[in-house]
Structure formats: structure tokens, C-alpha cells
């Protein structure tokens, strides 16, 4: 398992002195851009078996400059993109850019996790939505909790294992190569996932609307005393 926090559209990379570099297998990295060099290089030294999980700006899922859409068409293709998650912004102390989670594997129809047989993912990307996880710690900084953190976990797990996963509209989606394909390969979770849905509400129309129209009259009528109440204590202050 590899884990990288590489930096965000770095372009000096030393990128025009490897050209040739056996490592692009999917597509040769533009010299301004160092996003695809970073996830070639990763995947190049992975295990057979192995995964690993990048974070890089959310620029990097939809692309086309330099022939990134190209290389992401590739990755894609080649079956080696197991899992894309769309972060909320402000996470990061250095940048308040909302960022992604790409989540890449040598081989994706085997693989082992916490001792367990991992199933057959080839022909699907799980693509998961979190954006609107997270709290606010401070005025610019956000941060996931405990359980949104398990959240996360337990959805890509669970479709991983093919244990207990069900697309969630707004949140996760298991979305196949021909869906993937109609976006052109665009890799953005909120293509896929969807609307949250609408919570049940089976109070009649006509019922919601009257209270509703009695919260409004009271609320009217509150704002008449009020402004009553201001017009004395001016009347009272400011000499005629």
C-alpha cells in the first residue's frame, strides 16, 4: 500500500529531462505538470497486488491540457483506477482548494484486505461524493470526524468486498466503463453520483401551507409590536 500527498500541479519537475522515462505507461506527463508523472510513478512501483491512495487537486479528474485527458483516458482503460473521492475544501492548513483522493490498484481483479479475498472490480469505478462531510474547526479550516471518516471507509470497503454496498444518490455510485466512457472519461464524483434525495414528507400540501402561513402571520404581527415599541422609545428620546 502506498499513501502520497504530493504537491498540487508542480512544474518544475524536471519533467522535459524525462521524456523517454519507462515509467509512462499510460501517456508521457507534460513538462508544466507533474500531476500524471506523479501517478504513473506510483503505480510503476506498486506491487502486483498492490493499491495506493494520492491526493491531488481536483483539476487532475477532468483535464484535457497536454494530453491528461489522454493519460486519464488510459488509466481508466487499463483498469487501474479503483476509487475517486471528491473532498471538501479548506482541509488543509497551507490552501483552502477543495482537493480528491485517487485511489489506484495494480490489479483489480484480486487483491487482499484485512485478510479478506477482495472481489472482481474490472469494469467499475466507485466514485464517492464527501463534500459535504466535515465541520468547521475554526473560521478557515475544516476537518472530517470520526464518523465521516468511517463513512468513507466503510463504503469503499464494502464495495471492495461486494458486502453490504448500495449506491447512495448524492453520496456513492459504482459507476460502469460505459457510463465513464458517456462523460469522456472524466473522473469528477458528482457526475456520477447524483441528487441526494429528498427526505419523505407526508404532511398534505394544503396542511403544510396553512402552518406555514400561521408562522407568517405571527411573525408579522411580532415585527408590527416591535416596530411600535422602537417608535415610542424614539418618541421618547428625540425632542419634536
Same mark, same amino acid.
Given at each position: ?12 519537475? /524536471? #519533467? ?8 509512462? =505507461? ?32 481536483? #483539476? &487532475?479528474? &477532468? ?9 486519464? =483516458?488510459?488509466?481508466?482503460? #487499463? ?9 471538501? #475544501?479548506?482541509?488543509?492548513? &497551507?490552501?483552502?482548494?477543495?482537493? $480528491?483522493?485517487?485511489?489506484?490498484? =495494480? ?15 474490472? /469494469? ?17 479550516? =475544516?476537518?472530517? &470526524? !470520526? ?16 458486502? /453490504?454496498?448500495? !449506491?447512495?444518490?448524492?453520496? $456513492? ?27 419523505? !414528507? ?8 396553512? /402552518? ?9 404581527? !411580532? ?18
Amino acid at each position: 500500500m502506498i499513501l502520497a500527498n504530493p504537491p498540487f500541479n508542480i512544474s518544475d519537475w /524536471g #519533467g522535459e529531462r524525462l521524456r523517454e522515462d519507462g515509467r509512462w =505507461k499510460y501517456g508521457t506527463p507534460p513538462a508544466g505538470n507533474a500531476n500524471y508523472a506523479w501517478l504513473q510513478h506510483i503505480l510503476h512501483h506498486l506491487a502486483p497486488s498492490g493499491t495506493a491512495g494520492v491526493v491531488l487537486a481536483n #483539476g &487532475s479528474m &477532468s483535464s484535457t491540457q497536454s494530453g491528461e485527458g489522454e493519460m486519464r =483516458k488510459a488509466m481508466i482503460e #487499463g483498469e487501474v483506477i479503483d476509487c475517486m473521492i471528491a473532498l471538501p #475544501g479548506q482541509l488543509f492548513y &497551507s490552501t483552502q482548494i477543495p482537493a $480528491c483522493l485517487w485511489f489506484l490498484a =495494480k490489479d483489480k481483479s484480486n487483491g487482499i484486505a484485512r485478510d479478506r479475498q477482495l472481489r472482481d472490480r474490472r /469494469g467499475e469505478v466507485l466514485f464517492i461524493d464527501a463534500r459535504r462531510l466535515g465541520f468547521m474547526v475554526d473560521r478557515t479550516r =475544516k476537518e472530517f &470526524s !470520526d464518523a465521516d471518516v468511517a463513512q468513507i471507509a466503510a463504503t469503499y470497503h464494502a464495495w471492495r468486498l461486494g458486502e /453490504g454496498y448500495v !449506491d447512495i444518490p448524492g453520496f $456513492c455510485k459504482s459507476a460502469s466503463l460505459e457510463e465513464i466512457r458517456s462523460h469522456g472519461h472524466v473522473l469528477t464524483p458528482g457526475r456520477y453520483v447524483g441528487a441526494e434525495a429528498a427526505e419523505e !414528507d407526508d404532511v398534505p400540501f394544503v396542511e403544510r401551507f396553512a /402552518g406555514l402561513q400561521e408562522v407568517l402571520e405571527t411573525q408579522f404581527a !411580532d415585527a408590527e409590536a416591535l416596530t411600535a415599541t422602537i417608535r415610542a422609545r424614539l418618541a421618547g428620546v428625540i425632542p419634536q
